[in-house]
């Protein structure tokens, strides 16, 4: 079974920048999507950034829009999110999924990291 493995969490101050780095167990795993979604104490789970991998195609959630930026690494199972202008309502624990399929049910999801903006 492929495993996700998030990593770049961590406590910073309003404005600041963090990347998150989201990499699979597996070297030949090659989903068709990747994605990162957030969870804030009290809330759901809610979509923030997804890539397509074969053609490149991004989707923001709106809030994030023009200050995270997702990526892939050069090799296909590797996934970044840049946030820059951090503000203290993204605080949450971000995941990290992926899928074989177009659709947007995600098959495999890392355990989260941490990330805290403090105002």
């Known amino acids: 079974q492929v495993q996700l493995a998030e990593s770049g969490g961590g406590l910073v101050q309003a404005g600041d920048s963090l990347r998150l780095s989201c990499a699979a167990s597996?070297?030949?795993?090659?989903?068709?999507?990747m994605g990162w979604f957030r969870q804030a104490p009290g809330k759901e789970r809610e979509f923030v950034a997804s890539?397509?991998?074969?053609?490149?195609?991004?989707n923001y959630e709106h809030s994030i829009k023009g200050r995270f930026t997702i990526s892939r690494g050069n090799a296909d199972n590797t996934v970044y999110l840049q946030m820059n202008g951090l503000k203290p309502e993204d605080t949450a624990i971000y995941y990290c999924?992926?899928?074989?399929?177009?659709?947007?049910?995600?098959?495999?999801w890392g355990q989260g990291t941490q990330v805290t903006v403090s105002s």
């Open positions: 999924a992926a899928t074989n399929t177009a659709s947007n049910f995600y098959d495999y």
């Open positions: 597996e070297r030949t795993f090659s989903p068709y999507k």
């Open positions: 890539i397509t991998f074969t053609t490149g195609f991004t």
